[in-house]
């Protein structure tokens, strides 16, 4: 047998190798395999350093690392043999995309009890006082992931995704919602000190649920990004794209009569409705119509207002500039056209089924039906015939003809 610590040196491990070890209370020996020990419950003391130049202890595991009830995966090459014994594969395995889900995992963590599966945490204080051992101030991220594009060849089929996930309902589950993600802004702090503006979004204090950024914060050969948020059918549909509860936003509970600004757009931002039109081999390119502001100061705006019965036309303080009133069931319509060339631009009555034709102008009482228009032959002679006619009005429920004289009759 060789001399004590001149055995031959295994550069790797299967987990078979058998060890002698002694029990806890050291009187009897026992033997265990190198995987059992690596099972075994591990402590260890901080060192109080990272790097391991500088003195840190480092655990380094180059394959891959199954935890909870994954460790019950046997991380085979075959799919389906692999995934009989936890209990996620298991589960999407019943479905039409299989169990792919820890079949390319390098890491797993599935939880054995309902609990979570994986916590991170970071915090400020402690960044502030790193320096000292990482030489640097470090962004306090509780989880960081990237998606990385590198793949050059044309076509493809490789898809970068720094962050993936899927909120499963089965058949049954009625009673509680399910959510694929849940954000939580929790502020002890009080109301933050001044405003978030589209020209100034955040502000010191500023608790805020997501922010979408473009490039970042790299300094060159960055491009702006295709779209901040996207929703797509895969293969199945939202029945609504973005819902804000009754009581989401400070200013109102939806019920009273208070304000809250549901989306804040700076002037020339747009709201856009594109068409299905293919153009140049792409589809929905084209326009078709937006509502936008280029208002510049508050003095010169303006506001539109739902009310019950109606709309409201006003300037920015709320002073009615007009309104457009709603029927019940209208069968006669007012519509404004413009003219294109010699036509006059006007208003044009469109009657329904037993509707009126008639076009009304109802001034207040004690008001004036003013018109604006040229005046020729002041004080001429009123011809014996009417050479166009008689217009029909009615006043105060009164009819009444008003005579139509010719240019001629009038002396031009």
Same mark, same amino acid.
């Given at each position: ?108 963590? %599935? ?30 991220? *509780? ?45 002890? *702090? ?13 502000? *010191? ?13 790299? /300094? ?8 901040? %948020? ?50 140049? *081999? ?41 309104? %457009? ?7 006669? /319509?007012?519509? %404004? ?68 004289? /010719? ?6």
């Amino acid at each position: 047998m060789p001399v004590f610590n001149t055995y031959p040196r295994l550069e790797t491990l299967t987990g078979d190798e058998v060890l002698v070890l002694a029990d806890s209370s050291g009187h009897q020996t026992v033997t265990a395999t190198a995987s059992q020990l690596a099972g075994a419950p591990a402590v260890s003391q901080p060192s109080g350093a990272f790097y391991q130049d500088k003195g840190a202890r480092i655990s380094r595991f180059a394959d891959r690392v199954l935890i909870g009830d994954a460790a019950a995966n046997p991380g085979l090459s075959d799919r389906e043999a692999a995934s009989k014994n936890e209990w996620l594969s298991q589960t999407m395995g019943a479905t039409s995309i299989g169990p792919w889900a820890l079949q390319d995992a390098q890491c797993a963590s %599935v939880a054995q009890f309902g609990n979570s599966a994986f916590v991170a945490a970071s915090r400020t204080s402690d960044a502030k006082t790193a320096p000292d051992t990482l030489g640097f101030q470090p962004s306090t991220i *509780g989880v960081a992931s990237w998606g990385v594009a590198d793949d050059t060849s044309a076509p493809t089929t490789t898809t970068a995704y720094a962050y993936y996930g899927e909120a499963w309902r089965l058949a049954g589950v009625n009673y509680q919602p399910t959510f694929v993600m849940e954000l939580e802004a929790v502020n002890f *702090g009080g109301l933050a000190i001044g405003q978030s503006t589209p020209y100034a979004p955040n502000v *010191g204090g500023g608790v805020y649920g997501i922010q979408l950024g473009a490039g970042g914060g790299q /300094t060159t050969d960055t491009s702006d990004a295709a779209a901040g %948020v996207v929703f797509v059918s895969n293969p199945n549909a939202w029945q609504v794209g973005i819902v804000f509860g009754a009581t989401a936003l400070s200013g109102t509970n939806g019920t009273d009569n208070g304000y809250a600004s549901a989306l804040s757009l700076a002037r020339n931002h747009a709201l856009e409705w594109h068409t299905p039109e293919v153009v140049s *081999g792409v589809s929905g390119g084209n326009v078709g119509a937006f509502v936008r502001s280029t208002v510049t100061e508050r003095s010169k705006g303006v506001r539109q207002d739902f009310v019950d019965n109606g709309i409201l036309f006003s300037n920015i303080e709320g002073q009615t500039l007009f309104s %457009v009133a709603s029927a019940v069931a209208p069968n006669n /319509t007012l519509q %404004v056209q413009p003219g294109a060339g010699t036509q006059a631009a006007g208003l044009y009555v469109q009657s329904g089924e037993n509707g009126s034709s008639n076009l009304g102008l109802f001034p207040e009482e004690g008001g004036q039906l003013q018109i604006s228009s040229p005046v020729t032959n002041a004080a001429g002679t009123l011809p014996a015939t009417v050479g166009g006619g008689f217009l029909h009005i009615s006043v105060n429920g009164t009819d009444y003809r008003i005579p139509l004289m /010719t240019p001629e009759q009038t002396g031009g």
